[in-house]
């Protein structure tokens, strides 16, 4: 399985859908097709964390100050069903591995796993 989720008005999501090679990638905008709870477990298994899949950039993580909370593994995954931009992205789903962010690390790794 090739899937990418990412959120079509970031700068940052469209520059790395141009730089990487998404032929054969199913593609889902996450504010338009919001994540369900099925696909945002299947991502949960692969990490082990979904504090490893949240946004803390995000201007409503600042918003509802929740970085004087202390948030437990619950919270994060409540929050990333309630709003989309909670979830850190893009997100790759390459075969059985999980790509998530923007870091350079992290999009040089996903670029030798798919040949880029």
């Known amino acids: 399985m090739k899937k990418v989720y990412f959120l079509q008005t970031c700068d940052t999501c469209r520059r790395i859908l141009k730089e990487v090679h998404t032929n054969g990638f199913e593609r889902q905008e996450i504010k338009t097709h919001l994540i ?7 991502m949960h298994q692969l990490t082990k964390s979904y504090e490893a899949l949240f946004n803390k950039r995000a201007k ?3 918003a509802m100050d929740l970085k004087n909370q202390t948030l437990t593994e619950k919270d ?3 929050l990333i069903l309630e709003h989309y ?3 850190k992205r893009p997100v790759f789903m390459v075969d059985d591995e999980i790509f998530v962010g923007n870091s350079k690390k992290v999009i040089e790794k996903l670029k030798e796993k798919i040949g880029n």
């Open 36 to 42: 369900t709870v099925a696909q945002l477990e299947q």
């Open 60 to 62: 409503l993580y600042k």
């Open 76 to 78: 994060y995954k409540q």
């Open 85 to 87: 931009t909670f979830l």
